[in-house]
Each structure stands twice: as structure tokens, then as C-alpha cells.
């Protein structure tokens, strides 16, 4: 009987089905919480409250939540193109390795939030700059894991490479690359979780559109149900990003490893 449980519940945690009822029984503890629980409805509204928002034109939906979109994906594209080429540039140059790799490790250190002012105050407020801070954000993992990844490659796989007059973009492209591609998609992954923070971040600091704007501008007049939904929302396209780079994760390295 034990086995056959375990064997269940081994099905469940591989397939949708155990993450969806997971979410479905937090759904359904916060409707009981939030009808039986005594609490305002200010400090806590229930799932319908919180749902019923999205038809309440006033908040605009599609609007704000395509610009934190644009926001989350523009700023993490950006990061992953910028990341894998310093990467790259690093794996061919050790002289550069050593000499900006602590540089871009001080300037990760810089607290992000203290840094979003003087974006704003550099390139003012907008789409633009919030990827940039998103950007900021999500930039250095990236980086790190790339660079490591291109450092793990068998040196006797360049070394042949190498004696057969391949050239660099060549090495990278047929043996460096395809290598490192577990490592780039560990960065990536932890890279999706930070662009979202800093594209919030940035709407937070200063912006006139966004899931972020929305949130303060119904927090003057206490709807916690809207902002219940923006969550929700900027939860949302999170899981969308991170879901799309497990996907392609599998597509070029599982699949494609057993293939």
C-alpha cells in the first residue's frame, strides 16, 4: 500500500497535476481565510473580489500589463545577448578576465534601488529605462554562469580544434557554445526571477504606466484587491519568462542530449 502511494505521488510531482492542485488548495485556503477569517476586506480580499477587479476599466489592464511585459522580457533579452558575449570576450582573453571581472562584480554590489534614480535622472522615465534597470538587475548571473560554462570545455577539445585551423567564432559556436548551454540556462533561470524585480523596481521609482504604477496609484485609496491582481499579473508574466527558458532548456539541452 506504501509503495503504491509513493508511486502516486511520484506521477503527481512529474506531471501538471500536483502543481495545479497545490495552487488550487492555496486558492481555496485564501477564500476560506479571507470569508471565515474576520478580517477587513481592505487587509484581505478573497480570490472573487480580487478576480472581479480585472473588469473594472479604470485599471487597464491590457495596457499596464503589456508594459511590464515589454519591461520584464526587453530588459532580460538585453541581458542575455550583453552577458554571453562579455562572457565569450572573457573566455578568449584572460587579460580581460582579470581585469574586469572585478570590476563587474564591485558594480553587482551597488544596490539596485540607489541606482534607479540616476537611471531615471539619466534617461527619464519610460519603457526604456525600466528595462534598463531590469537589465542591471538581471545582467551579472548571467555572466558568471556563461563564463564558467565556456571555462569547463575539455582543453583537449580546443587544442584539436585549434590544430585544424579552426577560428575562434568557430570554437565558440560548434564546441563552447553548445557545452555551456546547461550553465547559460542556470543563469538564465535566476535571471528571469531578477527581471522582474527590477522592472517592478523601476516603476516603482518613478513611471507614468506599469503593473508597478498601478499598484501605487490604488494604494492611496486602500484597493488591496487591485493590487492582490497586479501580483498576481507580475507573478504571471514571471512564470511565463521562466517557463519559456525551462522550455528551450529542454529543447536544446535534454532533448537534444538524447537525441
Known amino acids: 500500500m506504501k509503495s503504491i502511494l509513493e508511486s502516486a505521488a511520484a506521477r503527481l510531482g512529474r506531471g501538471p497535476v500536483g502543481p495545479i492542485l497545490v495552487h488550487l488548495v ?5 477564500q476560506i481565510a479571507a470569508d471565515f477569517g474576520g478580517l ?25 500589463t503589456l508594459v511590464t ?44 534601488v540607489a541606482l534607479g534614480p540616476l537611471i531615471i535622472v539619466w534617461f527619464g522615465y519610460g519603457i526604456g529605462t525600466n528595462m534598463a534597470i531590469a537589465f ?9 554562469t556563461t563564463a564558467r560554462g565556456l571555462s569547463e570545455i575539455e582543453p583537449e577539445m580546443l587544442y584539436l580544434a585549434r590544430t585544424v585551423n579552426a577560428s575562434k567564432w568557430q570554437i565558440f559556436r560548434k564546441i563552447q557554445f553548445p557545452g555551456a548551454l546547461p550553465y ?14 527590477g522592472a517592478i523596481v523601476g516603476e516603482f521609482i518613478g513611471s507614468e504606466k506599469g503593473l508597478g504604477y498601478l499598484m501605487l496609484q490604488v494604494q ?3 484597493d488591496t484587491a487591485t493590487m492582490f491582481m497586479s501580483v498576481l499579473m507580475i507573478t504571471l508574466i514571471g512564470v511565463v519568462l521562466y517557463g519559456a527558458v525551462a522550455f528551450l532548456e529542454w529543447l536544446l539541452v535534454k532533448r537534444g542530449g538524447n537525441a
Not at 26 to 30: K, L
Not at 74 to 97: D, N, P
Not at 136 to 144: G, K, L, R
Request: charged share 10%.
Open 69 to 112: 511585459t515589454i519591461e520584464i522580457f526587453g530588459g532580460f533579452l538585453i541581458a542575455v545577448v550583453v552577458g554571453v558575449a562579455i562572457a565569450l570576450f572573457f573566455s578568449w582573453s584572460r587579460l580581460l578576465l582579470a581585469l574586469f571581472m572585478p570590476l563587474l562584480v564591485s558594480l553587482n554590489m551597488i544596490p539596485k
Open 184 to 197: 547559460i540556462f542556470s543563469g538564465m533561470k535566476v535571471s528571469a526571477v531578477l527581471a522582474v524585480a
Open 220 to 222: 492611496i485609496n486602500l
Open 26 to 30: 492555496v486558492i481555496a485556503i485564501w
Open 136 to 144: 542591471a538587475i538581471c545582467f551579472f548571473p548571467i555572466v558568471i
Open 40 to 64: 477587513p476586506r481592505y487587509i484581505l480580499p478573497s480570490p472573487t473580489e480580487t478576480l472581479a477587479t480585472l473588469f473594472e476599466p479604470r485599471n487597464r489592464w491590457a495596457e499596464n
